[in-house]
C-alpha cells in the first residue's frame, strides 16, 4: 500500500534550529543605520529585542538548541504531517512524486506560531512584562496573542483597520487567546494620534501600524516589540519545518528534486528550505523556487538595494530585493505576501542563483487551490495556494517530459478564515492585477538616495 501521510513521534521533534548563517556561501550584507550608513549594533536593537533574539541575529553557530518550554509547547500539534498527494498526482496524470508539508494543524492554522513561541520565551525571560506587534489581517497577530498567552506575557496588537472592521474573525481569535487589539492606526501613540489627526477616516496600513507597536515598545519599559517574519532569528524559528521534513522524507525513502514555498517576507519558505539547502551547499542538485504574487513581485521585478523594513522609514536599512518601502500593492487576497522586501538571507541566496523565484496571478492561484482542495480536500490559505500553483505546475512539465520528479512544498496554512477570498473566485468576481511597474518605478526613485 502506497503511504500518504508521514509522521514523527513526538520525540523526532528536533531539539536544535538549523542557523543557515554560519553556511552562507557569500557574506551577508550588514543591516546599517540610516543616518551614519554604518552597521548597526546590538545596543540599536535593545530597546526591541531581548538579548537571546538579538544574538541569534547575528550567531555563528550551525545549531542553536530550542528550549525545552518551548518544545513543550511545540508538542502540541508538532511534528506536523508530511502528506503524499497520490490523489493530485492522479488527477493530474504525472509521473511527479508531489509532498507537501502541512502547517495549517497549528491552533493558529499556519507556520507563524513556530517563531511567535520562541519570541514569547525569550522575552519573558529576559523580564519582559508585555509585547507589542502589528497585524494586517490577523495571522500573526493571532499567533503571537496565543504564544503570550502560553508564556505569561501580556499582548497588544495592532490591527490596520480597515481588517479590524471588515475581518472581524481573528480578532476574535486573538481576544480569545487574551490579546489587546486595537485597530491601528489608534488613538494609543503618537504616531497613530498624528495620522488621525490629519486624516480621521484612514484605513491604516501595516507600515502605519509598525511604527505603532514600536512606539508603543520603546516608550515602555518592560515591554518589546515582536516580529513575524524576515528577521533572521525568525526564519531560524521556522527551519523546525525543514528539519522535519527532512527526516520524514527519509521515511518516504526520497530526495525532493524541487522545494517550493510562497514567499511575503521569507520565513515559511525559508523554514522548509535551508536544511536542504544546507545539502545543496555540499553539492546536492535540488531546486528551490520561492512564489510570490504577480501583484508583489519583489523577487522576480525588484531591485537589490538597501531599503527600510517599513513604510514609514523608521528602522535600519536592509539590504533586499524591494519595491520600494512607499510601494503599496493591490489588495489582493493573499494578504501575507503583500510585502515590499524580502528576508535578506534569501535574497543573497536568490541573488547568488541558489534558489529561483516565480510570480503568478490570483486567478492562476485561486484555480490550482481549487484543484488542490478538490483532490486533497484540504482547502490552503491564499499565501500557500501559490506554492500549490509552482507545485502543480511542476508536475505537468513532468508530465510532458515524462520525467519522474520529486516536487516538495510547504502548505504554509489553511484558508478557513479566508473564504471570502473563494467565494469572490466561485462567483467569477476575482480580478487578476497586473505588474503595477509605474508604481514601483515612483516608489525605487527614492531608494538611490538611501544607498552607501
Ligand atoms: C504570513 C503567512 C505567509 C507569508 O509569510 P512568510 O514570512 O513569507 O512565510 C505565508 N503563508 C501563510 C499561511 C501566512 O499566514
Given at each position: 500500500m502506497p503511504q500518504t501521510k508521514f509522521v514523527l513521534e513526538?520525540?523526532?521533534?528536533?531539539k536544535a534550529w538549523y542557523n543557515i548563517l554560519p553556511d552562507l556561501p557569500l557574506p551577508l550584507p550588514p543591516v546599517i543605520h540610516p543616518a551614519t550608513k554604518q552597521p548597526i549594533g546590538p545596543d540599536d536593537l535593545a530597546p526591541l529585542f531581548p538579548l537571546e533574539i538579538i544574538k541569534q541575529e547575528v550567531s555563528t553557530e550551525r545549531e542553536i538548541e530550542i528550549p525545552e518550554p518551548v518544545r513543550d509547547v511545540y508538542r502540541l500539534w508538532r511534528p506536523t504531517p508530511l502528506h503524499r498527494a497520490h490523489r493530485l498526482e492522479r488527477a493530474l496524470g504525472t509521473p511527479a512524486h508531489i509532498y507537501y508539508k502541512y502547517e495549517g494543524t497549528s491552533p493558529a492554522g499556519s507556520h507563524k506560531p513556530n517563531t511567535a513561541l520562541a519570541q514569547a520565551f525569550y522575552n519573558k525571560q529576559a523580564g519582559a512584562r508585555r509585547l507589542t506587534t502589528e497585524t494586517g489581517a490577523g495571522q500573526w497577530g493571532s499567533a503571537l496573542a496565543m504564544a503570550c498567552q502560553f508564556f505569561g506575557l501580556e499582548c497588544t496588537v495592532y490591527m490596520v483597520r480597515v481588517s479590524y472592521e471588515q475581518k472581524p474573525y481573528r480578532r476574535v481569535m486573538m481576544e480569545t487567546w487574551g490579546a489587546e487589539v486595537l485597530p491601528s492606526p489608534?488613538?494609543?501613540?503618537n504616531a497613530g494620534r498624528g495620522i488621525r489627526a490629519k486624516d480621521p477616516q484612514s484605513p491604516g496600513s501595516l507600515g502605519i501600524a509598525i511604527s505603532e507597536a514600536v512606539e508603543d515598545a520603546v516608550t515602555h519599559d518592560d515591554t518589546k516589540y515582536s516580529i513575524g517574519s524576515v528577521a533572521n532569528h525568525v526564519l531560524l524559528h521556522q527551519t523546525v519545518i525543514g528539519l522535519e521534513a527532512k527526516k520524514q522524507m527519509e521515511l518516504a525513502g526520497e530526495y525532493p528534486d524541487v522545494v517550493i514555498g510562497c514567499v511575503g517576507g521569507g520565513s515559511n519558505y525559508s523554514g522548509l528550505a535551508y536544511p536542504f539547502l544546507a545539502d545543496k551547499f555540499k553539492g546536492q542538485k535540488t531546486r528551490f523556487v520561492a512564489v510570490e504574487p504577480e501583484a508583489c513581485p519583489s523577487l522576480t521585478r525588484g531591485a537589490y538595494l538597501y531599503d527600510f523594513g517599513d513604510t514609514a522609514a523608521t528602522t535600519p536599512l536592509f539590504k533586499m530585493y524591494t519595491l520600494g518601502h512607499t510601494f503599496v500593492p493591490p489588495g489582493i487576497h493573499a494578504g501575507g505576501l503583500r510585502y515590499h522586501g524580502d528576508a535578506p538571507s534569501l535574497c543573497l541566496l536568490y541573488d547568488a542563483g541558489y534558489v529561483e523565484a516565480a510570480a503568478y496571478g490570483q486567478r492562476a492561484v485561486f484555480e490550482a487551490a481549487l484543484q488542490f482542495a478538490r483532490n486533497e480536500g484540504i482547502i490552503p490559505a491564499p499565501e500557500s495556494a501559490h506554492a500549490v500553483r509552482r507545485a502543480i505546475d511542476e508536475a505537468l512539465e513532468a508530465r510532458e517530459r515524462g520525467e519522474r520528479r520529486v516536487i516538495l512544498f510547504n502548505l504554509s496554512g489553511h484558508g478557513h478564515f479566508d473564504l471570502k477570498a473563494y467565494e469572490e473566485y466561485l462567483s467569477g468576481r476575482l480580478e487578476d492585477f497586473a505588474y503595477p511597474a509605474e508604481a514601483v518605478e515612483a516608489a525605487s526613485r527614492e531608494l538611490a538616495l538611501l544607498q552607501p
Amino acid at each position: 500500500m502506497p503511504q500518504t501521510k508521514f509522521v514523527l513521534e513526538e520525540r523526532d521533534l528536533p531539539k536544535a534550529w538549523y542557523n543557515i548563517l554560519p553556511d552562507l556561501p557569500l557574506p551577508l550584507p550588514p543591516v546599517i543605520h540610516p543616518a551614519t550608513k554604518q552597521p548597526i549594533g546590538p545596543d540599536d536593537l535593545a530597546p526591541l529585542f531581548p538579548l537571546e533574539i538579538i544574538k541569534q541575529e547575528v550567531s555563528t553557530e550551525r545549531e542553536i538548541e530550542i528550549p525545552e518550554p518551548v518544545r513543550d509547547v511545540y508538542r502540541l500539534w508538532r511534528p506536523t504531517p508530511l502528506h503524499r498527494a497520490h490523489r493530485l498526482e492522479r488527477a493530474l496524470g504525472t509521473p511527479a512524486h508531489i509532498y507537501y508539508k502541512y502547517e495549517g494543524t497549528s491552533p493558529a492554522g499556519s507556520h507563524k506560531p513556530n517563531t511567535a513561541l520562541a519570541q514569547a520565551f525569550y522575552n519573558k525571560q529576559a523580564g519582559a512584562r508585555r509585547l507589542t506587534t502589528e497585524t494586517g489581517a490577523g495571522q500573526w497577530g493571532s499567533a503571537l496573542a496565543m504564544a503570550c498567552q502560553f508564556f505569561g506575557l501580556e499582548c497588544t496588537v495592532y490591527m490596520v483597520r480597515v481588517s479590524y472592521e471588515q475581518k472581524p474573525y481573528r480578532r476574535v481569535m486573538m481576544e480569545t487567546w487574551g490579546a489587546e487589539v486595537l485597530p491601528s492606526p489608534s488613538e494609543r501613540t503618537n504616531a497613530g494620534r498624528g495620522i488621525r489627526a490629519k486624516d480621521p477616516q484612514s484605513p491604516g496600513s501595516l507600515g502605519i501600524a509598525i511604527s505603532e507597536a514600536v512606539e508603543d515598545a520603546v516608550t515602555h519599559d518592560d515591554t518589546k516589540y515582536s516580529i513575524g517574519s524576515v528577521a533572521n532569528h525568525v526564519l531560524l524559528h521556522q527551519t523546525v519545518i525543514g528539519l522535519e521534513a527532512k527526516k520524514q522524507m527519509e521515511l518516504a525513502g526520497e530526495y525532493p528534486d524541487v522545494v517550493i514555498g510562497c514567499v511575503g517576507g521569507g520565513s515559511n519558505y525559508s523554514g522548509l528550505a535551508y536544511p536542504f539547502l544546507a545539502d545543496k551547499f555540499k553539492g546536492q542538485k535540488t531546486r528551490f523556487v520561492a512564489v510570490e504574487p504577480e501583484a508583489c513581485p519583489s523577487l522576480t521585478r525588484g531591485a537589490y538595494l538597501y531599503d527600510f523594513g517599513d513604510t514609514a522609514a523608521t528602522t535600519p536599512l536592509f539590504k533586499m530585493y524591494t519595491l520600494g518601502h512607499t510601494f503599496v500593492p493591490p489588495g489582493i487576497h493573499a494578504g501575507g505576501l503583500r510585502y515590499h522586501g524580502d528576508a535578506p538571507s534569501l535574497c543573497l541566496l536568490y541573488d547568488a542563483g541558489y534558489v529561483e523565484a516565480a510570480a503568478y496571478g490570483q486567478r492562476a492561484v485561486f484555480e490550482a487551490a481549487l484543484q488542490f482542495a478538490r483532490n486533497e480536500g484540504i482547502i490552503p490559505a491564499p499565501e500557500s495556494a501559490h506554492a500549490v500553483r509552482r507545485a502543480i505546475d511542476e508536475a505537468l512539465e513532468a508530465r510532458e517530459r515524462g520525467e519522474r520528479r520529486v516536487i516538495l512544498f510547504n502548505l504554509s496554512g489553511h484558508g478557513h478564515f479566508d473564504l471570502k477570498a473563494y467565494e469572490e473566485y466561485l462567483s467569477g468576481r476575482l480580478e487578476d492585477f497586473a505588474y503595477p511597474a509605474e508604481a514601483v518605478e515612483a516608489a525605487s526613485r527614492e531608494l538611490a538616495l538611501l544607498q552607501p
